[in-house]
């Protein structure tokens, strides 16, 4: 139970005559005890709260920065109309800051044996399960003197999914993968490495593309045609480490590196090959295998969505292995990590021979645009050193990245709006080579 502050106001207002016009002990109990009376009679018509059936329904999951609608369903199975104020409480990252309050908070009526539905609205700021605490309710009676309250465990969990900002680049990929595969209206073959079919040969082809066993059969010239490799198998891995969990702008580096991963997932699926995800730092954290064109995009989504970065060193010896595990056949192995010179150069380079020796390696690296401000900055002795501070940190990722260069190792240093279509243009330029 609680009082209200209109009681405190009234008790207030009563002893006020009383202690100006004839204080005594008499005079305020008989205020305060007529007060008393009414709160008791007002908490006995008051509809009692442990007995309320309360139910949720709404959504289940949302992208990143996107409303969820929530809604509660409050039954009152007593004889008495329920006047109450409800808060629905919900972890802090649920809402953007400061609107928590407003958002939590409803005012409800529901008469005897009725039910009402509140919707409360969420939007999450951070990736994974947002999971609903208690629902207190706070019952007032007729004459809003004294309340009931108590509290009430609804289970219901919110899936807070990646964001995918990179999906406007999908479609100008898509594009020039549709100029790959020769389904444009020019007239040029598609490029690629895998026969599709034979055409009359048209005046300006490649003359190298000739069939002659073909043209000697039909007794007309006949040309090839190719079309880009497809059904090939791509493992998207994702360092969760200690270097995943620095911000560059406002995100961690790990949520850059999941953009980028979701666009080339998606565009390598509409080039019919097959993708895998993987996610390690010490031990592999989630796999992704063997999932159908439709359903890999979803499944990526969700196994990415509670991901967090751990604050460990990754163990490159168990990556590496991991990867082969994961990857037996030739396949296009995609590491979405960072360019940082102590990592690579003491754990990643050494073990990189197995990979390259089986597979064709892409390391990905989201950079800071931070960095490339600090190096051009002038005017004063705090501004020189950052700017040196910054050339040093840009000179070794530059000979980190020709390390892995030299190694035969394909890189992407891009900032975090430019990894994901640099990233795609790489996968592009690959499959255009016949490399994966």
Same mark, same amino acid.
């Given at each position: 139970?609680?009082?209200?502050?209109?009681? +405190?106001?009234? #008790?207030?207002?009563?002893?006020?005559?009383?202690?100006?016009?004839?204080?005594?002990?008499?005079?305020?109990?008989?205020?305060?005890?007529?007060?008393?009376?009414?709160?008791?009679?007002?908490?006995?018509?008051?509809?009692?709260?442990?007995?309320?059936?309360?139910?949720?329904?709404?959504?289940?999951?949302?992208?990143?920065?996107?409303?969820?609608?929530?809604?509660?369903?409050?039954?009152?199975?007593?004889?008495?109309?329920?006047?109450?104020?409800?808060?629905?409480?919900?972890?802090?990252?649920?809402?953007?800051?400061?609107?928590?309050?407003?958002?939590?908070?409803?005012?409800?009526?529901?008469?005897?044996?009725?039910?009402?539905?509140?919707?409360?609205?969420?939007?999450?700021?951070?990736?994974?399960?947002?999971?609903?605490?208690?629902?207190?309710?706070?019952?007032?009676?007729?004459?809003?003197?004294?309340?009931?309250?108590?509290?009430?465990?609804?289970?219901?969990?919110?899936?807070?999914?990646?964001?995918?900002?990179?999906?406007?680049?999908?479609?100008?990929?898509? +594009?020039?993968?549709?100029?790959?595969?020769?389904?444009?209206?020019?007239?040029?073959?598609?490029?690629?490495?895998?026969?599709?079919?034979?055409?009359?040969?048209?005046?300006?082809?490649?003359?190298?593309?000739?069939?002659?066993?073909?043209?000697?059969?039909?007794?007309?010239?006949?040309?090839?045609?190719?079309?880009?490799?497809?059904?090939?198998?791509?493992?998207?891995?994702?360092?969760?480490?200690?270097?995943?969990?620095?911000?560059?702008?406002?995100?961690?580096?790990?949520?850059? #590196?999941?953009?980028?991963?979701?666009?080339? +997932?998606?565009?390598?699926?509409?080039?019919?090959?097959?993708?895998?995800?993987?996610?390690?730092?010490?031990?592999?954290?989630?796999?992704?295998?063997?999932?159908?064109?439709?359903?890999?995009?979803?499944?990526?989504?969700?196994?990415?969505?509670?991901?967090?970065?751990?604050?460990?060193?990754?163990?490159?010896?168990?990556?590496?292995?991991?990867?082969?595990?994961?990857?037996?056949?030739?396949?296009?192995?995609?590491?979405?990590?960072?360019?940082?010179?102590?990592?690579?150069?003491?754990?990643?380079?050494?073990?990189?021979?197995?990979?390259?020796?089986?597979?064709?390696?892409?390391?990905?690296?989201?950079?800071?645009?931070?960095?490339?401000?600090?190096?051009?900055?002038?005017?004063?002795?705090?501004?020189?050193?950052? +700017?040196?501070?910054?050339?040093?940190?840009?000179?070794?990722?530059?000979?980190?990245?020709?390390?892995?260069?030299?190694?035969?190792?394909?890189?992407?240093?891009?900032?975090?709006?430019?990894?994901?279509?640099?990233?795609?243009?790489?996968?592009?330029?690959?499959?255009?080579?016949?490399?994966?």
């Amino acid at each position: 139970m609680a009082l209200t502050g209109r009681a +405190a106001l009234l #008790a207030a207002l009563g002893s006020l005559p009383v202690g100006l016009l004839e204080p005594s002990w008499t005079g305020l109990l008989a205020v305060n005890g007529s007060l008393a009376l009414a709160c008791a009679v007002d908490c006995a018509l008051a509809a009692p709260v442990r007995h309320l059936r309360l139910t949720r329904s709404g959504d289940t999951s949302v992208r990143l920065g996107e409303p969820a609608d929530v809604h509660l369903t409050i039954t009152n199975p007593a004889k008495r109309p329920l006047r109450a104020r409800v808060r629905d409480a919900w972890p802090p990252s649920s809402w953007q800051p400061g609107s928590e309050t407003p958002a939590s908070r409803h005012r409800v009526t529901v008469p005897a044996g009725e039910r009402r539905l509140l919707t409360t609205r969420l939007r999450p700021t951070r990736r994974g399960d947002r999971k609903a605490d208690r629902v207190t309710i706070r019952s007032y009676g007729p004459l809003g003197l004294l309340t009931r309250q108590g509290s009430h465990t609804v289970p219901w969990t919110v899936r807070v999914l990646p964001p995918f900002t990179s999906r406007k680049h999908l479609p100008s990929r898509l +594009a020039r993968l549709r100029e790959l595969d020769g389904r444009t209206s020019l007239l040029t073959r598609g490029e690629g490495t895998e026969f599709d079919s034979l055409r009359d040969y048209i005046p300006g082809d490649d003359t190298r593309s000739i069939d002659w066993r073909a043209t000697a059969r039909q007794q007309k010239v006949a040309v090839r045609t190719w079309r880009p490799e497809r059904d090939r198998h791509i493992l998207i891995c994702l360092d969760t480490g200690r270097t995943a969990a620095g911000r560059v702008g406002d995100a961690p580096r790990l949520d850059s #590196a999941m953009d980028a991963a979701l666009l080339l +997932a998606a565009l390598a699926v509409r080039a019919g090959d097959r993708v895998d995800l993987l996610a390690h730092d010490r031990r592999p954290r989630t796999l992704v295998q063997g999932r159908s064109a439709a359903d890999t995009l979803p499944a990526f989504v969700n196994a990415m969505a509670s991901l967090e970065p751990e604050l460990v060193e990754t163990d490159s010896r168990s990556l590496v292995s991991t990867i082969l595990r994961s990857a037996p056949r030739r396949s296009l192995v995609v590491l979405l990590t960072s360019l940082d010179a102590a990592p690579v150069e003491e754990g990643l380079l050494p073990l990189l021979p197995q990979l390259t020796q089986r597979h064709t390696v892409v390391v990905a690296s989201v950079a800071d645009p931070h960095i490339a401000e600090m190096s051009a900055a002038r005017g004063s002795l705090d501004a020189v050193y950052e +700017a040196a501070a910054a050339t040093q940190t840009q000179s070794q990722r530059r000979r980190t990245a020709e390390q892995l260069t030299r190694h035969g190792v394909h890189v992407v240093d891009a900032t975090p709006e430019s990894l994901p279509p640099s990233l795609a243009d790489t996968y592009l330029a690959l499959k255009a080579a016949g490399r994966l």
